[in-house]
């Protein structure tokens, strides 16, 4: 099987070696660390490229993956297909990357807020081009199977919300949070006046059977 081969720097003081593949160079690009092909090649990436060659096109919603996170290893061995969200999830969570993050959000969120107030229209119609890009992108990317953590059901979610959709259903979502006592609160048992605990949506207004049928019985003597 053919892999990508190293040859010799077009110049003697390059500082990342070139890389080959199927007769095409691909040079490091960064701030990513990827490789990448010149413009007459289209600017292609190296580790899509060597992917597609051994497995076939790209799905929808996937990237490429290298396993050991070095971006110079693209050898077939040390690329894998996983979700583009999950992608992005796990080098959001790598060393620095948190920190940093946080300040080009700050950064990108002031600079947002500035530029949106003086050029209102604008921003408008990219938020309407943005919103129906995303849409398209969802539709296109298919499903996943997914196991549900409250019944243990497999059911179908789309990549981009495997991270949070947990549950197959209101049913199980409604089961769990009503498990965690999220939602329970104290009452005044209205018949001996003690007090108890109940989740706020239940109509409950007495502690016991007891109380309860003190409370019928009340209720039909009217």
Known sequence: MENPIQV????SRAKWPIYEFL??????????GYYKSDHKHGDQYLHRK????FHGEIPPGYDV??????????????LELICEHLHQSNHASEPGRVDLAKCNIKKAIDGAVKWRKNNPEQASEIGRKGGAGYK???????????????????????PMDADRQKRCSPACRSADRRTSGVDNEDRICTICGSSFRINKYTAKRTCSYICKNRLLSQIKGL
């Open 8 to 11: 010799a720097p077009l110049r």
């Open 136 to 158: 398209k992108k969802r539709e296109a990317a298919g499903f996943i199977d997914k196991i549900c953590i409250g019944c243990g059901k497999v059911f179908k979610v789309k």
């Open 23 to 32: 007769g095409i160079r691909y040079y490091r690009k960064p701030p990513t």
């Open 50 to 53: 060597v992917w597609e060659h």
């Open 65 to 78: 993956h290298h396993k050991d996170t070095h971006t110079d290893n693209n050898y077939e061995s040390n």
